[in-house]
């Protein structure tokens, strides 16, 4: 009998963090999204018909990534308008994914609005943190089901 055994460990709650930071000088929001590995695996898999997706550095799932992105995280002007998420890459280590992404932007974060439902389909209680900073004011936003899309 052939027992097989993750080499990541187990976690009893479902969160990611994302930094939101506004560069003034480049005129846009630095976005970088820390997700368990495992959690973000299961989604993926889920949004491609349950194909097992495993994600390691130097893979070819990008552009997996990428369109699971654009389906989850969207971010708005005061018009409502959907800006265009632009996705950077992703990096993983130890038990979790970092994913980057770049949204064009300037002004305030006054009016905007973002959808965060990474994960939702996938864990009842996932739970989505946001901190955020514009030049010296942080904020923090907690998405989830029910509540996945608020104003910044």
């Known amino acids: 009998m052939v027992l097989l055994v993750s080499a990541r460990p ?9 930094k939101l930071n506004f560069n003034p000088s480049q005129r846009s ?3 970088s999204i820390r997700a368990f590995t495992d ?13 097992r997706i495993m994600l390691r550095n130097g893979d070819d799932n990008n552009p997996l990534v990428e369109k699971y992105i654009r389906k989850h ?7 409502r308008k959907l800006r265009t998420v632009q ?3 992703k990096e993983e ?12 932007f300037s002004g305030n ?10 994960l939702m389909e996938a864990f009842d209680d996932q739970v989505n943190m946001v901190n955020a900073k514009w030049g010296d004011d942080r904020k923090t936003y907690l998405f989830k089901k029910g509540k996945s899309v608020q104003a910044l």
Do not use: C, Q
């Not at 187990?10 to 994302?18: A, D, L, W």
């Not at 959690?39 to 194909?51: W, Y």
């Not at 995280?73 to 018009?79: G, T």
């Open 93 to 104: 280590e130890a038990d979790a994914t970092w994913l980057y992404l770049e949204v064009p």
């Open 29 to 31: 929001l630095e976005i």
């Open 73 to 79: 995280f969207a971010i708005a002007d005061p018009a």
């Open 109 to 118: 974060p006054e009016g905007w609005v973002m959808k965060n439902e990474l």
């Open 10 to 18: 187990k976690h009893e709650y479902h969160i990611s963090v994302t």
């Open 39 to 51: 959690d973000l695996e299961k989604g993926l898999s889920l949004a491609n018909e349950n194909r």
């Open 87 to 89: 996705y950077i890459g």
